[in-house]
């Protein structure tokens, strides 16, 4: 039977403070999407169903979270946001089925493709909804402070 390669882990997602928005709910959550993409990344062929399996109840959480502060406070951009997650999770239910058929590739092509969306969506739409959370919440805009910038 012919298996695939996971990634070295030079190639893989890992988290680091870039990725930190200043809403902590979001940044706690955004650090499991990470650490999970990075395993499956990593991971051999038999871990693939438990760990997408994982990820999948991950991410309807996570989904499900934003979609409720957005539709809560009446965010304003909310409805492209909205539809963006259920069409990442669609296609996470669908790589699901295929993977339990033996489909490997597919998951493997599906983790990459994540791996490359997440720092897209979260700069562009998940920094926004962390922005207007924190007004919300805490009044004015977080400041981020992020390792490795020299403060002059
Ligand atoms: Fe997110
Ligand atoms: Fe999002």
């Not at 940044?27 to 038999?46: K, S």
């Not at 669609?90 to 590739?105: D, K, P, R, Y």
Request: hydrophobic share 40%; with cysteine.
């Amino acid at each position: 039977m012919m298996t695939t390669q996971p990634l070295d882990s030079c190639a893989t997602l890992q988290w680091n403070d870039q990725f930190l928005l200043g809403y902590t709910p979001i940044d706690q959550v955004h650090e499991e999407f990470v650490d999970l993409i990075g395993q499956m990344q990593r991971a051999a062929d038999n871990e693939l169903p438990p760990l997408l399996t994982q990820f999948s109840v991950h991410l309807q959480h996570h989904f499900d979270m934003e979609n409720a502060w957005m539709l809560s406070t009446d965010f304003p951009p909310r409805q492209c946001h909205i539809d963006e997650h259920a069409a990442v999770m669609q296609s996470v239910h669908e790589v699901q089925a295929l993977l339990v058929q033996g489909n490997v590739t597919i998951c493997r092509e599906l983790v990459e493709q994540l791996a490359q969306w997440f720092p897209k969506h979260a700069d562009q739409l998940d920094s926004a909804l962390a922005h207007w959370m924190f007004s919300k919440t805490m009044g004015g805009k977080p400041v981020v402070l992020r390792r490795g910038l020299s403060l002059r």
